[in-house]
């Protein structure tokens, strides 16, 4: 027997998660970062945390207390996670598969679904990227757990919450991942109230700015709260990312501010992607194009001539269409951006 005949079969067909390129001395733009970074209140305040870095995290309770407070509900209806990605994966440990969700829409899903060797389902949305809860309901009628990713990556359009509350009525536990939700500004928060089997999944790392430290949170009635709880690892959010959503969330027009900017700038580049390409309207920090009759690649390499790095995406499994994900950075990103298009 050789070391590799012990890998478990299922994951020799497991192809992982490739992130957007960063490459020195180029503007990346294909990521979904907010490249306004942080508040400088949290830059300063980590400064003079670092030496403390010797201690475990233990400011958990600390954390959703401000997270609660923010997101308006009661502290024991929150749940930490090392990032997004580690509250899909337990989301999908604590919960029964089969799991399903919409396509084109986040790849971590089947990622996870693949690497825990659940079945996955896969329920293509419309032409137009739309959702029709009708559909989906068919195609999943036999899933125990479903992801609605609402702004959705990486399309940047939204489920309404109407259609939300449809599949919600299943009774299935359903996962509204809301990463983009400070784009958007709409939630559907509202239906735990009604719905217990609604979980609602958010992040630090869009429009607060820190991607790189890896803060992600869950709103969850308190039962399946406890169940996720469970499947988590003692300290899996570090030290600094505590003390960083705490300082955030005490600087709330800053964020604001940079959101705002984020989207002004994003409606002035749809307009001019639409001159030349087919555009998705967008509810996010970036805009999904379709660059045909270029390929996305050909689109990635021109504008790399450029010194700019866009995400090109995978050819979408019955659609049309070659699609590239354009994040808007800084307005100073964003005019190098306007003028390399100008180029190609």
């Not at 009628?141 to 609605?148: C, E, G, T, V």
């Not at 700015?209 to 399946?224: C, K, N, Q, T, V």
């Not at 300290?235 to 940079?258: G, H, P, R």
């Amino acid at each position: 027997m050789k070391p590799t005949d012990y890998i478990n079969e299922w994951v020799n067909r497991i192809t992982p998660y490739s992130p957007g390129k960063t490459i020195d001395g180029m503007t990346k733009l294909a990521s979904n970062e907010n490249s306004y970074g942080p508040s400088p209140k949290v830059i300063a305040g980590l400064r003079e945390k670092i030496p403390e870095v010797f201690r475990y995290p233990h400011k958990n309770l600390h954390v959703k207390e401000k997270l609660s407070e923010y997101c308006r509900v009661k502290p024991e209806n929150i749940v930490l996670s090392n990032g997004s990605d580690e509250m899909i994966e337990l989301i999908i440990k604590a919960f029964k598969g089969p799991i399903a969700s919409i396509y084109p829409s986040f790849v971590s899903y089947p990622i996870y679904a693949q690497i825990y060797n659940r079945e996955y389902i896969s329920s293509s949305l419309n032409q137009d990227f739309s959702f029709d809860h009708r559909k989906f309901i068919k195609d999943a009628w036999k899933a125990n757990l479903m992801f609605l990713c609402s702004p959705n990556n990486p399309t940047g359009k939204v489920i309404d919450v109407a259609d939300i509350e449809e599949v919600a009525q299943t009774g299935k536990i359903v996962v509204v991942d809301e990463a983009y939700f400070e784009f958007y500004g709409t939630t559907a928060k509202h239906l735990l109230l009604q719905y217990p089997n609604v979980i609602i999944m958010r992040t630090m790392a869009k429009a607060f700015g820190l991607a790189g430290l890896r803060m992600g949170y869950a709103i969850a009635d308190p039962e399946l709260a406890e169940a996720l709880k469970k499947v988590r690892g003692p300290f899996t959010t570090n030290y600094l990312a505590q003390e960083a959503t705490i300082l955030a969330l005490k600087d709330l027009d800053y964020m604001k501010k940079s959101v705002s900017r984020i989207i002004t700038d994003r409606k002035a580049i749809e307009k001019r992607l639409a001159e030349k390409y087919k555009i998705t309207p967008s509810y996010t920090n970036f805009i999904l194009a379709d660059v045909s009759p270029m390929s996305s690649k050909e689109f990635f390499d021109r504008m790399l001539e450029q010194k700019i790095v866009v995400r090109p995406q995978p050819k979408f499994n019955g659609f049309e269409g070659n699609y590239v994900r354009i994040t808007v950075g800084t307005s100073e990103e964003n005019f190098l951006l306007l003028d390399a298009l100008s180029k190609v």
